[in-house]
């Protein structure tokens, strides 16, 4: 076969007589491939608990969150829908390790499985715990937990603000404490939940408002014992952040003493329970008023002691050889201070009465120099200067007009328009450059420019003719 006759032999070999027919093919489209995928994987894996360390991590303003599931020899890419990305406790960030619970499903559009995650827990640490640390850490970060920022309880709070549950035990423990203690505290009570979805907000906006309330000088914030579910809306950061800037000191009653929250190191002061809380806001009214009375008597004891010591180095002073007869010294010594005072109160009698005479002479000088008269005068003088000089003015520019008319008669007499007024000329050369003055100095055919009154106009010589001298 020659190579020519290659390209006379078809692509696909027609089927002979005593050969079958090929089977007939089925063709799928793109989508349907991706869809017989989708629906075979997702039956096949519709729940499945994935290990593994998570990494590119990628909240968007969705609130679904997209990140990468791996380990030494594979990766899958998952999402987490904001639905259950709300009841996650702790905050995904790569490099962790965690459990995933969801299932494999088949993204459509790029033909990508992923893993569409349900569940997501901490691996080897509790969801709570890591979230409880990771809140801790920011928080820190920010300054929150610094001792430079705690602020000291009043001694003696007129009006205390409490925010809590209205139908928790704590409340009614605080007002108990409170109204044994200090009867005539003023209490303001701001109710809020302490437990549940949306509990943290609700605290925080109860301290802002009780904040904002005129007079209140400390607030408790608190609620009783429970578990780290129960008492978990006082570790989040809302609360944290309105405790931060609140402008009076938060003291932090939550749960029993061992219970540790948030809200316990940002404020200014913890109390084991709410009730500690309570006692310590406020101390016994008697106790403060004995406190007052035993400062009184260690002031009033101190006053008499001291007496008493310089009463005695007084008696030991005057004991001694140089101090006898002090008290007659001290008496002449008060007498000669008493010459001197007199003596000094005359002399400045004296000076003081001599500074007056002189006043009243400069005022009775002052009174007969009377200043309105003199303006008076003045003002007359000027008036009669102005009348003066007003005329003297008018004088001379009408002196200096008429001088002004005569000058101007005169010029307009000597002025050449004026000769050319009345019907002369000026006889120019072409250029304008010289005055014709005399016949001979043009030739026939020359051209020339003769002023006229109004006017000017161009002529030609044809003839001169020189005017005979009489």
């Given at each position: 076969?020659?190579?020519g006759d290659l390209f006379d032999l078809p692509f696909d070999d027609e089927p002979r007589g005593d050969?079958?027919?090929?089977?007939?093919?089925?063709?799928?489209?793109?989508?349907?491939?991706?869809?017989?995928?989708?629906?075979?994987?997702?039956?096949?894996?519709?729940?499945?608990?994935?290990?593994?360390?998570?990494?590119?991590?990628?909240?968007?303003?969705?609130?679904?969150?997209?990140?990468?599931?791996?380990?030494?020899?594979?990766?899958?890419?998952?999402?987490?829908?904001?639905?259950?990305?709300?009841?996650?406790?702790?905050?995904?960030?790569?490099?962790?390790?965690?459990?995933?619970?969801?299932?494999?499903?088949?993204?459509?559009?790029?033909?990508?499985?992923?893993?569409?995650?349900?569940?997501?827990?901490?691996?080897?640490?509790?969801?709570?715990?890591?979230?409880?640390?990771?809140?801790?850490?920011?928080?820190?970060?920010?300054?929150?937990?610094?001792?430079?920022?705690?602020?000291?309880?009043?001694?003696?709070?007129?009006?205390?603000?409490?925010?809590?549950?209205?139908?928790?035990?704590?409340?009614?423990?605080?007002?108990?404490?409170?109204?044994?203690?200090?009867?005539?505290?003023?209490?303001?009570?701001?109710?809020?939940?302490?437990?549940?979805?949306?509990?943290?907000?609700?605290?925080?906006?109860?301290?802002?408002?009780?904040?904002?309330?005129?007079?209140?000088?400390?607030?408790?914030?608190?609620?009783?014992?429970?578990?780290?579910?129960?008492?978990?809306?006082?570790?989040?950061?809302?609360?944290?952040?309105?405790?931060?800037?609140?402008?009076?000191?938060?003291?932090?009653?939550?749960?029993?003493?061992?219970?540790?929250?948030?809200?316990?190191?940002?404020?200014?002061?913890?109390?084991?329970?709410?009730?500690?809380?309570?006692?310590?806001?406020?101390?016994?009214?008697?106790?403060?008023?004995?406190?007052?009375?035993?400062?009184?008597?260690?002031?009033?004891?101190?006053?008499?002691?001291?007496?008493?010591?310089?009463?005695?180095?007084?008696?030991?002073?005057?004991?001694?050889?140089?101090?006898?007869?002090?008290?007659?010294?001290?008496?002449?010594?008060?007498?000669?201070?008493?010459?001197?005072?007199?003596?000094?109160?005359?002399?400045?009698?004296?000076?003081?009465?001599?500074?007056?005479?002189?006043?009243?002479?400069?005022?009775?000088?002052?009174?007969?120099?009377?200043?309105?008269?003199?303006?008076?005068?003045?003002?007359?003088?000027?008036?009669?200067?102005?009348?003066?000089?007003?005329?003297?003015?008018?004088?001379?520019?009408?002196?200096?007009?008429?001088?002004?008319?005569?000058?101007?008669?005169?010029?307009?007499?000597?002025?050449?328009?004026?000769?050319?007024?009345?019907?002369?000329?000026?006889?120019?050369?072409?250029?304008?450059?010289?005055?014709?003055?005399?016949?001979?100095?043009?030739?026939p055919g020359d051209r020339v420019r003769v002023t006229l009154h109004e006017g000017e106009i161009a002529?030609?010589?044809?003839?001169?003719?020189?005017?005979?001298?009489?």
């Open positions: 076969m020659s190579p050969e079958p027919a090929a089977p007939s093919r089925r063709i799928l489209t793109v989508t349907e491939l991706t869809g017989g995928i989708r629906r075979a994987i997702e039956s096949a894996f519709d729940e499945v608990w994935v290990e593994g360390e998570l990494s590119n991590c990628r909240p968007w303003q969705s609130g679904n969150l997209f990140f990468t599931l791996k380990d030494g020899g594979a990766q899958i890419r998952a999402i987490m829908f904001r639905s259950a990305v709300r009841y996650l406790k702790f905050k995904p960030e790569d490099g962790l390790r965690v459990l995933a619970r969801g299932r494999v499903g088949v993204y459509e559009p790029k033909g990508e499985y992923q893993l569409v995650c349900e569940y997501l827990e901490p691996h080897g640490l509790g969801a709570w715990q890591l979230a409880l640390e990771q809140i801790k850490r920011d928080l820190q970060r920010e300054g929150l937990f610094d001792p430079a920022r705690k602020r000291p309880l009043p001694a003696l709070p007129r009006k205390i603000g409490i925010v809590t549950s209205l139908d928790g035990a704590a409340l009614r423990d605080i007002v108990k404490v409170l109204h044994r203690r200090y009867p005539n505290a003023h209490l303001v009570i701001r109710p809020a939940r302490v437990q549940g979805e949306g509990a943290a907000e609700d605290i925080a906006r109860g301290l802002d408002a009780i904040g904002a309330v005129p007079g209140v000088d400390v607030v408790i914030v608190g609620r009783g014992g429970g578990s780290i579910e129960d008492l978990w809306a006082f570790n989040e950061k809302p609360v944290a952040y309105a405790i931060a800037r609140a402008p009076v000191p938060i003291i932090s009653a939550v749960g029993h003493e061992i219970d540790y929250t948030i809200a316990d190191l940002v404020a200014d002061l913890r109390a084991p329970t709410p009730s500690a809380a309570a006692e310590i806001v406020v101390a016994r009214k008697d106790e403060f008023i004995g406190h007052i009375d035993r400062l009184v008597d260690r002031v009033a004891s101190g006053v008499t002691r001291g007496l008493e010591r310089r009463r005695l180095m007084l008696h030991t002073l005057t004991g001694r050889r140089g101090m006898a007869g002090w008290p007659t010294r001290l008496a002449l010594r008060a007498r000669r201070a008493a010459e001197l005072a007199h003596a000094l109160g005359q002399t400045t009698r004296a000076l003081v009465g001599r500074r007056e005479r002189r006043l009243r002479e400069w005022r009775l000088r002052l009174e007969t120099c009377d200043v309105r008269q003199r303006l008076s005068g003045v003002r007359a003088r000027l008036g009669t200067t102005r009348n003066r000089l007003d005329a003297a003015s008018d004088r001379l520019r009408l002196q200096a007009d008429a001088r002004l008319r005569v000058v101007a008669g005169r010029l307009d007499s000597l002025s050449p328009l004026a000769v050319l007024g009345r019907g002369y000329a000026v006889c120019w050369n072409a250029d304008r450059t010289a005055v014709v003055r005399s016949a001979a100095a043009v030739s002529c030609e010589v044809k003839s001169r003719a020189q005017t005979s001298e009489a």
